[in-house]
C-alpha cells in the first residue's frame, strides 16, 4: 500500500529555472503552497445569504525546506545537483542596489521516483529565508510568490 506514496521529502526534488535552464536545486524536506483566490462575498439587502462569490486577486505563496548538501564531488553535490538553493539567495546589496528582485522563470516539483512534475510554478520571486539546524540536517527555510501556479 505505501509503494505509491510520496513519503519523506527525500522523493521530492525542485528545479529551478536559471537563465531559461532547469536545473535540480536540492532534495525537499517540506513543500506547501497556498492559492489565495481573495474571494468576496457579493451581498444584498433583504437577502441574508450571499447572493454570489466573487474574486477580488489571486496571490500564490509557496514555503520550501530544502535540505543543504555537502560540497561538490566531481562537479556535483550528494544529491546530484550542481547548484543548491542558497546559490539563487539573493543578497542585500544587489536587491538594494538594483531595487528588484530576482525573478525566475519556472519552479517545478518532481517526484523522483517517475520524473512527474507534481506542481509547476510561474514567474517565482524569493519573499524570505533563513535556515534550520538541527538533528544532523541543515536546511534552508524559503518563502517564494509566485504569478500563478501552472500544475
Given at each position: ?10 522523493r521530492?526534488r ?5 537563465d531559461?535552464?532547469l536545473k ?22 433583504g437577502?441574508?445569504?450571499p ?18 548538501p555537502n ?39 518532481v ?13 517565482v ?6 535556515s ?9 527555510n ?7 501556479r501552472?500544475?
Amino acid at each position: 500500500m505505501a509503494q505509491g506514496l510520496i513519503a519523506n521529502g527525500s522523493r521530492v526534488r525542485m528545479q529551478l529555472a536559471i537563465d531559461g535552464v532547469l536545473k535540480q536545486i536540492g532534495l525537499a524536506q517540506n513543500v506547501s503552497y497556498n492559492e489565495d483566490f481573495k474571494v468576496q462575498a457579493a451581498e444584498c439587502l433583504g437577502t441574508l445569504p450571499p447572493i454570489s462569490y466573487d474574486s477580488m486577486g489571486y496571490s500564490c505563496n509557496i514555503d520550501l525546506g530544502v535540505f543543504v548538501p555537502n560540497k561538490k564531488i566531481a562537479g556535483k553535490y550528494a544529491d546530484g545537483g550542481e547548484i543548491t538553493i542558497s546559490d539563487f539567495l539573493p543578497k542585500v546589496d544587489e536587491v538594494w542596489e538594483s531595487g528588484m528582485m530576482p525573478e525566475h522563470n519556472i519552479l517545478n516539483i518532481v517526484n523522483m521516483s517517475t520524473g512527474e512534475i507534481l506542481h509547476q510554478f510561474e514567474d517565482v520571486v524569493v519573499a524570505s529565508n533563513g535556515s534550520t539546524i538541527g538533528r544532523g540536517f541543515v536546511t534552508n527555510n524559503v518563502k517564494l510568490v509566485a504569478i500563478k501556479r501552472i500544475k
